[in-house]
């Protein structure tokens, strides 16, 4: 149990929260999966236009927002993902921010501040491309970057990790228990496809725009990234804010669970439209016969 209004839906692609997660066996790629492209098209299709009306729902409702957080290495389809899955939804109901590396504003504060201030407000959706997690992920591997935050003191990295993930619970939480709905994705992508895409984005013009060198410098560090990934999921992986490792190996299979998960967590909130009292109603009734004549 848990002092918030909502828990996370099932799915077998859901971080535990025992802490018990092994990215060794997380799967990049759905096995067995009997449904060919167009099929998963046609049913993502299906779920765009549920999430559609359920965001039209979730507006005029007016309790709750979400928030969706994508953490992913390079080229596992975060931008791609989040274009198709909110491709029906009303633009004045929804904002992606990605962020990238921090400016000097952002470095004068706490980790939290620059995505606090862009939190979506109720009854909208808001989408994090990378996130606070940047700074238990990246930073955790490259901890020379530390060096430009200027923190007071600086304890052990130990300490700092643990000290970060505690924070990150704290803030997730208090999300919660205030309305905000909030979905993390860890799209799971494999080092082989990684390196296929990135080729792609080298050979083919229209793509090259895509690529960084930095790309290659954060592939490199695989197996560290993937320890930071499978500690900060464990470590922050809870009912009222839970991690999904998605595999990312099938673009199409992906997108579809994404939405699934997201339409599934809508639905779950029990939505629906301010219902007006009798005073209203009857001055609504009053409106009417006026525009009629």
């Known amino acids: 149990m848990t002092d918030c209004t909502h828990t996370a839906v099932d799915s077998p692609y859901r971080v535990p929260f025992d802490g018990d997660f092994l990215v060794d066996k997380s799967p990049t790629l759905v096995k067995d999966d009997a449904l060919g492209k167009s ?19 979730l507006y005029a409702h007016d309790r709750y927002s979400i928030l969706l957080v ?3 290495m390079d080229a596992a389809g975060k931008d791609s993902t989040i274009r198709a899955v909110l491709s029906g939804v009303d633009p004045s109901g929804c904002e992606v921010h990605s962020f ?4 000097a504003e952002e470095l004068d504060r706490d980790f939290l501040w620059r995505t606090s201030c ?5 009854g909208r959706i808001g989408v994090f491309n990378r996130s606070y997690y940047e700074e238990v992920l990246a930073v955790r591997v490259h901890p020379e970057l530390l060096a430009a935050q200027r923190l007071p003191q600086l304890p052990s990295q130990e300490q700092l990790w643990t000290q970060r993930f505690d924070s990150i619970r704290d803030h997730e939480h208090h999300l919660a228990r205030n309305g905000t709905v909030v979905i993390k994705f860890w799209l799971n992508v494999s080092l082989e496809e990684q ?16 690529f960084e060198s930095s790309d290659i410098v954060a592939r490199e560090r695989w197996g560290d990234y993937m320890q ?19 595999p990312a190996d099938s673009k199409s299979r992906m997108r579809l669970i994404v939405a699934d998960i997201v339409v599934r967590t809508l639905q779950s909130l029990k939505l629906e439209y301010p219902s007006l009292s009798a005073e209203e109603q009857a ?11």
């Open 70 to 72: 994508f953490q992913a």
């Open 100 to 103: 990238k590396r921090p400016s």
């Open 228 to 246: 930071a990934y499978q500690d900060a999921l464990n470590h922050t992986s809870r009912p009222w804010a839970p991690w999904y490792a998605i």
């Open 39 to 57: 099929v998963r098209e046609k049913q993502l299709g299906e779920q765009v236009e549920q999430l559609a009306e359920l965001q039209r729902v």
């Open 195 to 210: 390196r296929k895409r990135l080729l792609a984005r080298l050979e083919q013009p229209e793509k090259n725009w895509k």
């Open 118 to 122: 862009r939190l979506p407000q109720r």
């Open 283 to 293: 001055q609504l009734a009053i409106m009417r016969k006026r525009l009629k004549r």
